[in-house]
């Protein structure tokens, strides 16, 4: 049974997770004004808390937007790159396409190294497009969600810093879970709904007071994704700009004092041992991986789709027995799938839904073994 007792839907799709019924219950807490100091408090609390999941220290502050994960990518290109600024862009799957397709939505001069869907970045690669200093910025996904595929943001932000440049990282699926410190990296970005077990409506950028500080002294590409205007209403004024998902806010204050309770080291453990019994079992069941396990987050699975099966007929067919697996995107929709570890799931989740994919697989593929 789920939080308002209907039969449980096991949510294998990156985001938004099942969340703990403590989080759920704190959507319900009694209406309140986003210009009075209890909720001054509470973005308070929130914005300490995520700079504290992000490994960082009294230097550092969170910024919170209302907007899916997508909203704070954009406010943070858009805010974080001078007018006469230069991004590079490291592109391995359909996140980090995405990034250039924003940047180059708000006018900023983009350069994107395009490695190809599903390969692994190479630093080569990488301080070659930076040399000579070209580039004031490099933006890149930790975990680029179309192939689950974990990207080395430490060492990129090395050769990043040696050669001047800032790194913008989006974060949006690995937040809480794969560990990465706001030291090595200067800016990052998160959503409320996926690794961070909160509700959907929220996303934040973590940075440096100083940083955002000076961000904020700049003419602006946004009105609303102006991270400068909510840095300074949020952490100066103690209002926000803007009237705030209020109930989002409630559901990822509790979410975040699960995390730290568990720890991102705990979560990153968690969602290891998940993924493992998952893949072992879909192996089992003859299923093919796509990335070598070297480059795999603890957060998603890609797989190619079994011989003689649809996406839709296999996502219908799972869904009767209450599971909700998610399509691919781009080149790899047709043959392809993704199975997400992420949020409140059990053991016995993973193993109900190798269960149900045994009983819907064609015996051909794995059904006899
Ligand atoms: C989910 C996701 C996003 C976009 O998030 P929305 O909440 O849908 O706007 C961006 N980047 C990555 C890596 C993601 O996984």
Same mark, same amino acid.
């Not at 099942?18 to 986003?34: I, K, N, Q, Y």
């Not at 600024?85 to 799957?93: A, C």
């Not at 050669?163 to 090595?184: K, M, N, R, T």
């Given at each position: ?17 099942? &969340? ?7 959507? &319900?807490?009694?209406?309140? +004004? ?150 090595? +990296? ?56 803007? &009237? ?54 603890? +957060?998603? &699975? ?68």
């Amino acid at each position: 049974m789920n939080q308002a007792g209907r039969p449980r839907t096991v949510l294998m799709n990156p985001g938004p997770v099942m &969340t703990d019924a403590r989080v759920h219950d704190a959507l &319900t807490v009694p209406d309140m +004004c986003h210009r009075e100091p209890e909720f001054a408090d509470l973005m308070q609390r929130v914005a300490d808390k995520l700079v504290r999941a992000a490994g960082g220290d009294e230097n550092h502050a969170a910024v919170v937007i209302t907007g899916s994960g997508t909203a704070a990518i954009e406010g943070a290109l858009g805010s974080v790159v001078p007018a006469r600024g230069s991004l590079l862009v490291i592109e391995n799957g359909t996140y980090g396409d995405r990034l250039t397709t924003i940047a180059r939505a708000l006018g900023i001069s983009t350069t994107p190294l395009e490695l190809g869907l599903g390969t692994p970045v190479s630093l080569e690669a990488v301080a070659r497009a930076l040399g000579g200093g070209r580039h004031t910025h490099v933006a890149l996904v930790h975990h680029e969600t179309s192939t689950g595929m974990l990207n080395p943001v430490s060492d990129v932000a090395r050769l990043a810093h040696r050669a001047g440049a800032q790194v913008i990282v989006d974060a949006v699926s690995s937040f809480g879970a794969e560990p990465l410190s706001v030291h090595e +990296c200067d800016w990052v970005v998160g959503s409320s709904n996926k690794c961070l077990e909160g509700k959907p409506g929220l996303s934040f950028v973590v940075a440096r007071r100083d940083s955002l500080a000076e961000i904020g002294r700049r003419p602006a590409r946004s009105f609303y994704l102006d991270l400068g205007r909510h840095h300074a209403a949020q952490s100066e004024v103690g209002a926000p700009a803007f &009237t705030p998902a209020i109930p989002a806010y409630h559901a990822l204050d509790v979410a975040l004092d699960l995390l730290l309770e568990e720890s991102v080291a705990g979560r990153h453990e968690r969602y290891g041992e998940l993924a493992r019994v998952l893949r072992e079992g879909l192996g089992e069941l003859g299923l093919e991986l796509v990335l070598p396990p070297e480059h795999r987050s603890v +957060c998603l &699975t890609l797989l190619k789709l079994p011989g003689g099966l649809t996406y839709a007929r296999l996502h219908d067919a799972v869904k009767a027995l209450g599971y909700v697996i998610y399509a691919a995107q781009t080149t790899l929709q047709a043959g392809h799938f993704r199975l997400s570890t992420m949020g409140q799931m059990k053991r016995t989740d993973v193993e109900g839904f190798l269960d149900a994919l045994r009983e819907v697989l064609p015996p051909d593929d794995g059904g006899q073994t």
